[in-house]
């Protein structure tokens, strides 16, 4: 498993960031600093552009101008120094349909180079934490949409990354599931987090920061 | 960052496990080589092949067949996103091209293990080159391997992707077909093998391996970016 690297200053800076798909800008004119340890949440119109802000953050995706640094590392040529300190959540689950959840996992562990033993019991931990412990025999392919949300929230913290981007953490599960999800990747984790939601008023309130983002308006932080 | 060997046998044997698992790939690839070997046995209303035609019969149904695998290479990486758990994952994007090039080898290898006797049944008399076409088989899968996965790696987020892999790596193949059938075809000869060239057309397939083996290292961590 990765050490936590140690780290002056905020754990993420973005200044004057832009990403263009082609001619077309998806995000223009973001700011904003957020410490470590803290919580942003990331509100806004469908195209506003939060998904792409979370998946350039994650490094997943290349900004077309301005400044990003996180945990440290400027993006994109520090990038490489990020991988495996972060935990994404995003639309896709990211887990192989043929395989069952258990078997994901233990391919994800294996790709976070944990230990077998270490990652026998966090990945139990997990599917207990999310309920799925009965399930995880299964077929991915075979879960409900829920049921595969569970298993990305296990994926997703399984290597105990330093900072938290999740899209739509509660998208497909149920009251249960919400409640499970938030004992591993809610505000109380202690890790930096920045979640984006359309779900303000749960979310909100556990935040130290709030984003907001329009199309073809200039990002605001409260 | 994770150890490149770790992470190459965790992709290996995930492929491999899912692969067990639904037979996608190699059930239709042996399929295909099978019915076009009856095909070519009543098309040329032959019983037994040699030379440069046994050649190239065996290679244009193996090729056309390793397409078959190629095409779904990626299939699972596209599906749910898997390409994203990848690059999340501290490890050397490159190792998911060795990975898959070595599932793709494992692949030809079976198909090869199942075919290769059904042509011999088909049409040779003389069984006594399959031996030595080992080697021949064995570097040729590694040069259609580097070659299928970059195209497959490349092609797999088109909407063309069907059409795109056979496009673009049928004409990356024909050297590596030209040195494969050359290899083949004194091994394959009536009255039986014979080891003109043998050795020169070896060391081309040898050197086509290494060139796209190279090209596949050097250029794969780029296709993988947005």
């Known amino acids: 498993m990765p050490p936590a690297q140690e780290m002056a200053g905020p754990a993420i800076s973005v200044a004057g960031l832009r990403r263009d798909y082609g001619d077309r800008p998806a995000l223009e004119g973001v700011d904003f600093e957020l410490a470590a340890g803290a919580s942003l949440v990331v509100l806004g119109p469908n195209g506003a552009g939060k998904t792409t802000l979370l998946r350039i953050l994650a490094t997943l995706l290349r900004p077309s101008g301005g400044d990003v640094a996180v945990l440290g590392c400027a993006l994109p040529d520090e990038a490489w120094k990020l991988r495996g300190r972060i935990g994404y959540l995003g639309h896709e689950p990211l887990l192989y349909r043929d395989l069952s959840g258990r078997e994901n996992l233990r391919f994800q562990a294996r790709l976070y180079g944990i230990e077998r033993a270490e990652a026998e019991a966090r990945i139990e931990e997990l599917l207990r934490g999310v309920g799925m412990e009965r399930r995880a025999d299964e077929r991915v392919a075979e879960l409900s949409a829920g049921m595969r949300q569970r298993l990305s929230i296990c994926r997703c913290v399984l290597h105990r990354p330093e900072l938290l981007l999740l899209d739509e953490p509660d998208s497909n599960l149920d009251a249960e599931g919400r409640e499970l999800a938030r004992g591993l990747i809610g505000s109380g984790v202690g890790t930096t987090r920045v979640v984006v939601t359309h779900d303000p008023e749960r979310h909100v309130p556990e935040a130290d920061q709030v984003l907001r983002l329009g199309i073809g308006e200039r990002a605001v932080v409260s | ?226």
Do not use: C, H
């Open chain 2, 1 to 226: 960052m994770t150890s490149s060997r770790a992470a190459f046998a965790a992709i290996l044997a995930k492929d491999l496990r899912s692969e067990l698992r639904t037979l996608q790939s190699l059930p239709a690839m042996a399929l295909f080589a099978v019915t076009t070997f009856v095909i070519f046995r009543f098309g040329l209303d032959r019983t037994s092949l040699s030379g440069s035609l046994a050649s190239g019969v065996l290679w244009a149904t193996l090729l056309f067949a390793a397409v078959l695998g190629i095409n779904r290479l990626f299939v699972s990486e596209r599906e749910e996103g898997g390409f994203d758990a990848i690059r999340l994952a501290p490890i050397d994007r490159t190792v998911l091209f060795a990975a898959k090039a070595a599932a793709l080898v494992v692949y030809l290898a079976a198909l090869e293990l199942v075919t290769v006797p059904i042509f011999a049944i088909f049409f040779l008399e003389d069984a006594a080159g399959l031996g030595p076409l080992v080697a021949v088989l064995l570097l040729t899968d590694i040069g259609l391997a580097a070659t299928g996965t970059l195209i497959s790696s490349m092609a797999v987020n088109s909407r063309a992707r069907d059409l795109l892999v056979p496009l673009v790596l049928l004409p990356l193949a024909v050297p590596l077909m030209i040195a494969a059938t050359g290899a083949t075809e004194p091994l394959l000869s009536l009255g039986g093998p014979s080891y003109d060239r043998f050795g020169t057309w070896l060391m081309v397939l040898g050197l086509y391996d290494l060139i796209f083996g190279l090209v596949g290292y050097a250029v794969f961590d780029f296709l993988l970016e947005d």
